[in-house]
């Protein structure tokens, strides 16, 4: 799948403990509608988010980052809050 850079709008991460995660993209068309694309199962979602992050740097694209970090256990959620 591909997005063109000057859609994006806005980047949402999630990632988990172990280094996966999935990243979505939601795009601006010239009238104005939403639409988004989402990457599920990334093994290294740290290394797409900054090909995105040079991405938007290169075409200096006003983008809206988003980072939700999430534990894969629930042992972990509770070191977490600890």
Not at 8 to 17: A, D, H, L, Y
Not at 40 to 62: G, H, M, N, S, W
């Amino acid at each position: 799948r591909t997005v063109p850079p000057h859609v994006i709008g806005r980047v949402q991460v999630r990632t988990w403990s172990d280094g996966t995660g999935e990243v979505t993209v939601y795009t601006v068309d010239p009238i104005g509608s939403q639409r988004s694309m989402t990457f599920p199962a990334l093994p290294d979602v740290k290394r797409a988010t900054e090909l995105i992050d040079e991405l938007v740097t290169q075409f200096e694209l006003p983008v809206d980052w988003e980072y939700e970090e999430e534990a894969t256990s629930s042992s972990e959620n509770e070191l977490a809050r600890e």
